[in-house]
T-cell receptor, first 111, second 114 residues
Framework: GEQVEQLPSILRVQEGSSASINCSYEDSASNYFPWYKQEPGENPKLIIDIRSNMERKQIQELIVLLDKKAKRFSLHITDTQPGDSAMYFCAASSNTNKVVFGTGTRLQVLP | GGIITQTPKFLIGQEGQKLTLKCQQNFNHDTMYWYRQDSGKGLRLIYYSITENDLQKGDLSEGYDASREKKSSFSLTVTSAQKNEMAVFLC?????????????FGHGTKLSVL
């Protein structure tokens, strides 16, 4: 089936620095790319998303980039804070409504 | 606001047992999903349903059945639990079929098989 690759699986950064997570997808019909944050013991929650008609989107400290030609998209968290420590999942979907997730990145923001 | 309720929260089963997990949403969402979450493997799609009475296989459907009895509910059956299996099953829903929108997740059912 369709796959979404996500790297790195573990990411440790110093507080105040940037963190980047990269994903790639296979299905060229994918047109919606959400990012979810999952804190320990909690369910995943949407933090930002981007559609295929955009290349860049920013919400506060979160930036997502989409390169449709390369079938890659990425999440960048600027000025990381301890509260950003969590699991992050990328996902991709097309008009079939099938949402495929990446394998997740555990982000640890070190003081 | 709406809510997605998964029951039970914890499920302990025996090897070979048939186990059913239930999910209810009051968002009036069209599409519902079942994912399995294993450590280090992300969220893998088992089944999804675009609308009432619809059923679509995900990448991990073997060993599972699902049923969309009505718009608000989507149940998942583990047909034969595997010994020492441990995973979290997450149910999710999204608003309208054919338009990609965010998923809202339940809090999960934690399965342990003895």
């Amino acid at each position: 089936g369709e796959q979404v690759e996500q790297l790195p699986s573990i990411l440790r950064v110093q507080e105040g620095s940037s963190a980047s997570i990269n994903c790639s997808y296979e299905d060229s019909a994918s047109n919606y790319f959400p990012w979810y944050k999952q804190e320990p013991g909690e369910n995943p929650k949407l933090i930002i998303d981007i559609r295929s008609n955009m290349e860049r989107k920013q919400i506060q400290e979160l930036i997502v980039l989409l390169d449709k030609k390369a079938k890659r998209f990425s999440l960048h968290i600027t000025d990381t804070q301890p509260g950003d420590s969590a699991m992050y999942f990328c996902a991709a979907s097309s008009n079939t409504n099938k949402v495929v997730f990446g394998t997740g990145t555990r982000l640890q923001v070190l003081p | 606001g709406g809510i997605i309720t998964q029951t039970p929260k914890f499920l302990i089963g025996q090897e070979g047992q048939k186990l059913t997990l239930k999910c209810q949403q009051n968002f009036n969402h069209d599409t519902m999903y079942w994912y399995r979450q294993d450590s280090g493997k992300g969220l893998r799609l088992i089944y999804y349903s675009i609308t009432e009475n619809d059923l679509q296989k995900g990448d991990l459907s073997e060993g599972y059945d699902a049923s969309r009895e009505k718009k608000s509910s989507f149940s998942l059956t583990v047909t034969s639990a595997q010994k020492n299996e441990m995973a979290v099953f997450l149910c999710a829903s999204s608003i309208v079929a054919s338009i990609n929108e965010r998923l809202f997740f339940g809090h999960g059912t934690k399965l342990s098989v003895l």
